[in-house]
């Protein structure tokens, strides 16, 4: 693989032994669409190991052995690389980025990333937002990147936009990150600007404990993708920017409790489609209804009945993605029988008691946030949220089997 950067501009060439079927780190097959992106408001002059892994979160489906940069980067960053894809990268030469103070958080809006700001109530965000592509139609136009722009901007917050094109290098299964770091492309060319050293994400336990990106249904100590020993943090930690999960220890539940109880809360917006308001028959807005519904300990308030196709998928029987939280909800919503969910309550036993782990924070995701944001993320979690107990605990670490 060889990579270029003309200003925000990426252009990427394969090498004869790359291919452009691959797998992201948690597994999921892609397939490569085009071989140039852009990211706009960005420096030109930020740190060659942070374009290296801004580049890294494009092309790293398709590399096979090496990839060689049009700057040269630390011995540091090629290490990493190294150990963690087995890659041989360069040319090397220059100085390691040193790590700045500030941790921004990378904001989507969704509830989990409205709850990571909650926990840090002083850091700036960066908005990751969906531009067009030049030679790659858009044919998914129902995706309303400017409603999420336009709320986050209304938080109030230090925003940093950045728009990219980055999602159209992607033709399967659809426009979307390559790598799910993806989204941290223009935060890394933005880190020297920003003096960042650290960047937050909304991942919550689901996303770092129990599965990975997308779905396994078992406990992942090692998850490649946010473990702070797995090799997507340790790459970013060698350019300076520590991977930080300020919620990686608690559930969508407690996500949303904090979500809609802050002062963000008219912000909060998971759905991708709506422009006033959610659109409510997205998968999207039925799976965040039922953790909300079952958070308020309200009926289940969804136009959607059982005989809607988006309904087909819970009369199978499970996994599910996000399993935990459909057993929350349906220990917890009144009247859920009564609602699309009903064919799948044979397959569950789950009671308020059995699922009330997912209340609490889970103590070893609070370890491994860097220790210039741990102490401030352990106040917040013991006084808002609750630890687990070493029961709870033991039902995080056995999930699955
Ligand atoms: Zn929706």
Excluded at 360 to 374: F, G, Q, V
Aim: charged letters at 20%; a negative charge; proline letters at 8%.
């Amino acid at each position: 693989m060889r990579v270029t950067w003309a200003g925000g501009t990426l252009t990427f060439r394969l090498d004869p032994e790359d291919e452009i079927t691959g797998r992201a780190a948690d597994g999921y097959p892609v397939k490569l669409a085009t071989n140039s992106c852009t990211i706009t408001n960005v420096p030109d002059d930020a740190h060659p190991d942070l374009f290296a892994v801004a580049a890294w979160t494009v092309v790293a489906p398709w590399t096979r052995r090496r990839i060689a940069f049009d700057r040269a980067i630390s011995a540091e960053l090629a290490r990493a690389l190294h150990d963690g894809w087995g890659v041989e990268a360069g040319p090397v030469g220059a100085d390691p980025r040193p790590a700045g103070d500030t941790l921004a958080i990378s904001y989507s809006g969704g509830a989990d990333s409205v709850a990571a700001a909650v926990v840090y109530p002083d850091a700036p965000f960066v908005h990751f937002r969906r531009a067009p592509h030049p030679r790659v139609p858009n044919r998914w136009p129902h995706y309303r990147s400017e409603v999420l722009a336009r709320l986050a901007r209304q938080t109030g917050r230090p925003l940093t936009e950045v728009r990219s094109d980055l999602e159209y290098t992607l033709a399967e299964p659809r426009p979307g990150y390559p790598e799910h770091h993806a989204v941290a492309a223009g935060a890394l060319l933005n880190a020297d600007l920003l003096g960042l050293g650290g960047l937050a994400f909304g991942y919550e336990i689901g996303s770092r404990w129990l599965g990975g990106g997308r779905y396994l249904h078992r406990f992942t100590p090692d998850n490649p993708m946010w473990a702070p020993h797995g090799m997507w943090c340790r790459l970013f930690a060698a350019a300076g920017v520590h991977i930080v999960l300020p919620v990686g220890g608690v559930s969508e539940a407690v996500t949303m409790r904090l979500a809609l109880g802050s002062e963000l809360a008219a912000q909060v917006r998971w759905c991708l489609q709506g422009t006033d308001g959610p659109c409510r028959t997205c998968a999207k807005c039925l799976y965040k209804e039922l953790i909300q519904a079952a958070v308020e300990r309200r009926p289940l308030d969804t136009p959607l009945t059982a005989d809607h196709p988006r309904a087909r998928k819970w009369l199978r029987p499970p996994p599910y993605g996000g399993q935990e939280m459909v057993e929350y909800g349906l220990a917890r919503i009144p009247g859920i029988e009564h609602t699309l969910f009903a064919g799948c309550l044979e397959y569950f036993e789950a009671s308020e008691e059995s699922t009330s782990w997912l209340d609490h924070c889970y103590p070893p995701a609070l370890a491994e946030i860097p220790e210039p944001w741990r102490d401030q993320a352990v106040s917040f979690m013991t006084a808002q949220v609750g630890l687990m107990t070493e029961k709870e605990i033991h039902r995080v670490e056995t999930w699955g089997s």
